[in-house]
């Protein structure tokens, strides 16, 4: 297999032209009324530079023409219509650069909200030192930031702002804005939280209510209508994508298996043909799992948004209560749910833009005929063998990671895969191992032949791969021809994991000879015996017991606790102050007045 100019690239200075190049080739385009990114423009002039009849441009002395010569053919590569691997390769760009998951979008709708309010946010967390004067403009700037926020602001309107304003005054009168004023930035970011859910949920229960808020968007109606359209189109453009796929699929292999000439441009077309639909069929069945999880998510936050809204008409309607306790966190409630919904709209929106530029690719993509193939590419086939031809067949029973091994070539035949064909493997009829990476193949037979052969097979798989530079992308091995990865989705390598022996046999066979009738297992009979073969009780020991001694297993000391102890007197006592006189005085007294007889 040719691949001089592939390990070439490797070399930090060859990647340097290319970086230089990739620059004027993205220049050249701006002038051309088209931008593409950055690893876009690298991309497509590594692609050029693996045919080797531009090989010379990565030279020192290479005059402007020349270079000019070069652009304009990667630029006609990239954009002309009639390309289909050009076509192709700028879809997986497109797609891989513009794709992100739920989870990525919602951090970038986050950095998106946060820009927005950051310069009003600076504004009310500053120190404000004519606050008297301010207050107006104050106020003015928070329930834009509560708009911003809450996702309820639209350019123009400013009967949003009105009814904002009123909503917020609700809760918090501008005669508290001077207590606003005085706080730290922390008790003012929580203040701002607190008020803006609030504002929001009195808001959003008016417009339900049918007291204001005419011009709000119902996002739960809108959902309802444009989510099962996008859901419909989806299903239809999958199974017209499923059913092309299967019929040029079919069509190659009969042609193939009836001894065809592979350099037959129909043949070629179709193949090329082959590897667009099935691109783009990847990419619209992972829009869809993503379309169907909005779906679920918005039925849910829909019957979730009707049940608060009935349990706060409820709320409002029962009374004595105060607000702070049972009304505001309902309110809170139903603000937040209305976000998510939201969301889930501005999800249903991405992901359905993303569809509508994907048709446009594939429609430009079933435009090409046979016609439009200027040349054929000659796919060598290697003949070379190695010494280690060994494989290992790998089955299910074999690993404990059957289905969750990384194959090469993305789950495609590694035996086609040399033809330019891509049909997937089946892993029931097993993998085959060669040195360090697993194979799939569509049958018995296409596998048998690839054992005898392997070196020749996989040889001949990249240098097809080599020939038709979209394969680089759609099988997943940018590795091995020094291309950027460009796919987000991929997930880690992982190796079989094999299953050791399970089963054990001893030495000799348990014959009757061999059986020893005194053997006891039980651990507490072999204690019993042990202790009485020592005879512990003519023994005298030496050592001392205590609660931390290693002498015994466990060891633990017990006392009784002391009773209570408490006494009753029968009845209470008492004593009197002595009495101050003077003491003769008394004893006369007592003389004189009393008689003993």
């Keep these: 297999m040719a691949m001089n100019d592939v390990i070439l690239s490797s070399n930090p200075e060859i990647n340097q032209k290319v970086l230089h190049l990739a620059n004027a080739f993205s220049s050249y385009c701006r002038q051309q009324n088209e931008r593409i990114s950055q690893r876009t423009a690298q991309i497509t002039v590594r692609v050029l530079l693996l045919d080797s009849k531009w090989s010379y441009i990565l030279q020192n002395d290479i005059s402007k023409c020349e270079k000019q010569k070069f652009f304009k053919a990667c630029f006609n590569f990239l954009f002309d219509e009639k390309c289909i691997s050009g076509v192709t390769i700028r879809m997986q760009c497109f797609f891989y650069g513009r794709y992100l998951s739920r989870e990525a979008y919602k951090g970038h709708q986050k950095q998106i909200l946060l820009r927005n309010c950051f310069h009003l946010l600076q504004k009310l967390k500053k120190v404000w030192h004519n606050a008297s004067e301010d207050l107006k403009e104050m106020h003015n700037d928070l329930i834009k930031l509560i708009l911003i926020k809450e996702g309820m602001e639209y350019q123009g309107d400013h009967t ?9 005054n609700s809760v918090f009168p501008p005669s508290a804005l001077s207590t606003f004023v005085s706080s730290n930035q922390k008790t003012k970011m929580a203040f701002i939280n607190e008020v803006s859910s609030i504002a929001a949920g009195i808001r959003l229960h008016a417009w339900y209510s049918q007291k204001a808020g005419k011009f709000m968007f119902d996002v739960g109606r809108i959902m309802k209508e444009t989510l099962p359209k996008v859901c419909e189109d989806l299903h239809e453009e999958l199974s017209i994508a499923k059913e092309k796929i299967e019929f040029l699929r079919n069509g190659l292999l009969e042609k193939i298996a009836g001894g065809t000439k592979e350099d037959d441009k129909e043949i070629y077309h179709q193949k090329l043909l082959l ?19 909005v779906a679920v998510q918005t039925y849910k936050s829909d019957y979730t948004f009707a049940i608060q809204n009935r349990e706060l008409n409820t709320g409002l309607k029962t009374g004595p209560f105060t607000k702070a306790d049972r009304v505001y966190p309902m309110y809170k409630d139903l603000a937040k749910t209305w976000k998510h919904m939201q969301l889930e709209g501005h999800l249903l929106n991405f992901y359905s833009n993303l569809f509508q530029d994907l048709k446009k690719f594939a429609e430009r993509i079933n435009a090409t005929g046979p016609e439009d193939i200027y040349g054929i590419p000659l796919i060598e086939d290697n003949l070379e063998e190695e010494a280690d031809e060994s494989t290992i067949t790998i089955f299910p029973d074999d690993v404990k990671n059957f289905f969750e091994i990384t ?13 330019g064909i891509l049909v997937p493997c089946n892993r029931e009829i097993g ?3 060669y040195k360090q990476s697993c194979y799939g193949f569509s049958n018995t037979d296409v596998m048998e032949s690839f054992k005898k052969q392997p070196a020749r097979f996989v040889n001949s798989a990249f240098d097809c791969i080599l020939k038709i530079p ?4 759609t099988l997943q091995v940018e590795e091995h021809f020094q291309f950027p990865v460009i796919n987000n989705l991929k997930q880690k390598r992982k190796l079989p994991v094999f299953i050791s022996e399970r089963s054990v046999q001893t030495i000799l066979h348990p014959t009757e000879k061999n059986i020893d009738y005194t053997y006891n297992w039980n651990q507490w009979s072999l204690r019993k015996q042990a202790l009485k073969y020592v005879d512990l009780t003519s023994k005298k020991t030496h050592s001392t017991q205590t609660n931390l001694s290693h002498f015994r297993r466990e060891n633990y000391s017990q006392v009784y606790l002391p009773k209570d102890n408490s006494t009753q007197t029968r009845k209470d006592a008492s004593t009197n102050i002595t009495k101050e006189g003077m003491p003769e005085l008394y004893v006369r007294t007592r003389k004189t007045f009393f008689h003993w007889d």
Excluded at 276 to 292: A, P, R, S
Excluded at 409 to 417: D, K
Excluded at 470 to 473: E, P, S
């Design 431 to 433: 993998i085959l191992m």
């Design 160 to 168: 949003a702002f009105d009814e904002m304003r009123t909503a917020v």
């Design 275 to 293: 590897m667009g639909l099935v691109n783009f069929y990847d990419f619209i069945k992972i829009l869809k799992e993503n379309i169907d999880e």
């Design 470 to 473: 979209q394969l680089i992308f």
């Design 407 to 419: 194959l090469e070539f993305q789950e495609f035949c590694t035996f086609y895969c040399s033809m």
